[in-house]
C-alpha cells in the first residue's frame, strides 16, 4: 500500500511541475523584433563638363651642356701659366685666359713677318711708280704684287700663332676635365681639358607616338631660323627636392624615331641651369642632374576631364541620375595623368559622376549625395 501512495505521489507532482512549466512559457512576452533598414552610401558627387584644357606630356631626362669644348693646342710649347680657375668645377668668364703657352717664339715670328710684309708694301709702291713711267715690265709688277701678298699671309699666321698662346673660350662657362698643367710642353692637336658653356642646357626628353600629339613640338622648318620659339614651356623637378621647380622650353626635336625603343626626342633647353645670376630661389641644375619633365604646350583641346580618383581600374566611372540611383559606364581615355582622365564623349558633357568609391555597388542602387 505504502508503494502505491508513493508512486501516486510522484506522478502528482510530475504533473503539477509540467503544468507549471507550461503556463510559465505561455506567459512570456516574445521581445520585440528590431526590424532595421539599411541607408543608401553617402557619396561626394561632380558634374562634368566638356571645356578647352591643356594636357601636360610627362618624360625624363637628363641634364647636359649644349655647347662642350675639347680643348687643344693649336701651337707647339711650354705652359708657362694656368688660371686657377682651369680646375675641374672651376668657374670662368668669356675671354678670360685658363692657360699661356711660351710667346717668345711667336713674337719674334710675328715681327719678322711685319717687317717682312712693311718691306714688301714698299716695293709694291715704288713698283707701282715705275710701271707708271714705262720702266717696269708687266712680269715684274705682278711678282711684287704676289710677294705683298705672300708677306701679308705670312703676317696673319703669326698674329694667329701668338694669338694662340693664350688659350680661351668664346663663352662663360665650367671647366669639365684638365688634362695639361704647369710647366707641361704641349705640341698642336695635344689635349688640354674639356670645357662646357653655363649659358645654356639641354635635356634630351623622350616621347611616344601618343606623347608627340600633344607635346606641341616646333616644326621642323623653325630649326633654321636664328632665334629658338619659346612657345612650349617645360616644367623640371628633381626627386630629392620635388618641392622646387625650374622652367625651361621644347627648342627643337630630333626628328629621327629611335629604332629599339621606337621613341622620338625631344630637346629641352634650360637657360642659366647653375643659377649664376643669382635668380631667388632658382632651382640649380647641373650637367648630368636626372629630371622630371611636364611638357606644357600651348594647345588646347575640347575634352572631359575626369579626377583619376572617380575613375575605376581605368575604364570605368559612376554615373549618378536624377533619381540618385547608380550606373557604372565604360570610358575610353585618350589621354592621362597623375591627376586627371581625359575622354572626347560627348555623352558624358553635363554628366554626374561619383568621386567616392562604393563597395559592393551594383547598377540602380540608390546613394545619398553630399
Known sequence: ????????????????????????????????????????????????????????????????????????????????????????????????????????????????????????????????????????????????????????????????????????????GMVREKSADLGQYVNAGNKLGVTFSTEFAEVRLPLSDRDVQFAGLPASSTLTSSSVEKSTSVKFRIDMDPSKTRYGYIARSEGVVDEKTRMIFAVARLEDPYNLNNNEDALVLPMGTFVSAEILSNESYNFVRIPRSAIINNRQVILIDGDNKIQYKDIDLIRADEDFGYINDEFFDGKRISMTPIEDGVNGMIVRVE
Open 1 to 172: 500500500m505504502s508503494k502505491q501512495k508513493n508512486t501516486k505521489k510522484i506522478i502528482i507532482l510530475l504533473l503539477v511541475s509540467i503544468t507549471i512549466s507550461y503556463l510559465m512559457s505561455t506567459s512570456k512576452t516574445e521581445p520585440e523584433k528590431n526590424i532595421s533598414t539599411a541607408k543608401p552610401p553617402i557619396v561626394s558627387a561632380l558634374y562634368l563638363k566638356k571645356e578647352d584644357v591643356q594636357i601636360p606630356v610627362v618624360s625624363q631626362g637628363m641634364v647636359s651642356p649644349l655647347t662642350e669644348t675639347a680643348l687643344s693646342a693649336e701651337i707647339s710649347g711650354e705652359i708657362i701659366e694656368i688660371s686657377p680657375k682651369f680646375v675641374a668645377g672651376g668657374i670662368f668668364k668669356k675671354g678670360e685666359t685658363l692657360i699661356k703657352i711660351d710667346p717668345k717664339i711667336y713674337e719674334v715670328a710675328y715681327k719678322q713677318a711685319k717687317a717682312l710684309k712693311d718691306q714688301r708694301q714698299n716695293e709694291y709702291e715704288d713698283s707701282v711708280n715705275i710701271r707708271k713711267q714705262g720702266y717696269l715690265s708687266e712680269s715684274e709688277y705682278l711678282a711684287t704684287v704676289s710677294a705683298l701678298a705672300a708677306a701679308k699671309a705670312q703676317l696673319v699666321k703669326a698674329e694667329n700663332d701668338l694669338d694662340n698662346t693664350n688659350i680661351r673660350l668664346p663663352y662663360d
